[in-house]
């Protein structure tokens, strides 16, 4: 079994900031790439930032300048620093992550989703 749970998610004031974490645990071989996604209602989920085991990441224009994804792979943990944050940021944030298990299967898995609402 693989789980990745979320959390750092909450209620903030426009102009704020918030860190998302989402740890990884089970039965995981190797990780590959991790990323942030968010939906927000009536809308599709969406990518937000993603990062590779090496490193080299990549953002949605929504976010650049403003969000930044960091990895910590001895703890199999990713990071979402969020500042400047808008009230259309206002989501449930998904953590997401290429997992090679113990038992030799690779498959794509997701969080239980933390909310973020950027509201005055």
């Known amino acids: 079994q693989v789980q990745l749970v979320e959390s750092g998610g909450g209620l903030v004031q426009p102009g704020g900031s918030l860190r998302l974490s989402c740890a990884a645990s089970?039965?995981?071989?190797?990780?590959?790439?991790m990323g942030w996604y968010r939906q927000a209602p009536g809308n599709q989920r969406e990518l937000v930032a993603a990062i590779t085991s090496g490193g080299s990441t990549n953002y949605a224009e929504s976010g650049k300048g403003r969000f930044t994804i960091s990895r910590d792979n001895a703890n199999k943990m990713i990071f979402l620093q969020m500042n400047s944050l808008k009230p259309e940021d206002t989501a449930i944030y998904y953590c997401n992550a290429d997992i090679l298990t113990l038992y030799g299967t690779k498959d794509a898995y997701w969080g239980q989703g933390t909310q973020v609402t950027v509201s005055s």
């Open positions: 089970g039965s995981i071989l190797s990780i590959y790439k």
